[in-house]
Nanobody, 123 residues
Framework: QVQLVESGGGLVQAGDSLRLSCVAS????????MGWYRQAPGKEREFVAA???????YYAVSVEGRFTASRDNARSTKYLQMNSLEAEDTAVYYC?????????????????WGQGTQVTVSS
């Protein structure tokens, strides 16, 4: 079984930056595609970013150019660097792991999920 634990969320002002971390334990995920999702109050969970097994990255249009996904397989950790944060980025952010090596934007294809970390951006 895989456990994913996110950290790094918080309350920031618009224009600030945050870096989220997601530490995996239980088994190696170095060959797995990893995703980031978020869910704002009253809204459905939405895709934010994905990074595949060779670190190719994919982003939602709303975060392209502001967010950067990365991974450190030696530390079993992946990151989401979030710059130029906007009030619309306020949400609970989740990391997820898929069994596939290749990226996907479909939440149903991710097998393991973290508990989420709150990001609040004040305008």
């Amino acid at each position: 079984q895989v456990q994913l634990v996110e950290s790094g969320g918080g309350l920031v002002q618009a224009g600030d930056s945050l870096r989220l971390s997601c530490v995996a334990s239980g088994r190696t995920l170095s060959s797995s595609s990893m995703g980031w999702y978020r869910q704002a109050p009253g809204k459905e969970r939405e895709f934010v970013a994905a990074i595949d097994w060779i670190s190719r990255t994919y982003y939602a249009v709303s975060v392209e150019g502001r967010f950067t996904a990365s991974r450190d397989n030696a530390r079993s950790t992946k990151y989401l660097q979030m710059n130029s944060l906007e009030a619309e980025d306020t949400a609970v952010y989740y990391c997820a792991a898929a069994q596939s090596r290749y990226h996907t934007t479909r939440a149903a294809e991710y097998n393991f999920w973290g508990q989420g970390t709150q990001v609040t951006v004040s305008s």
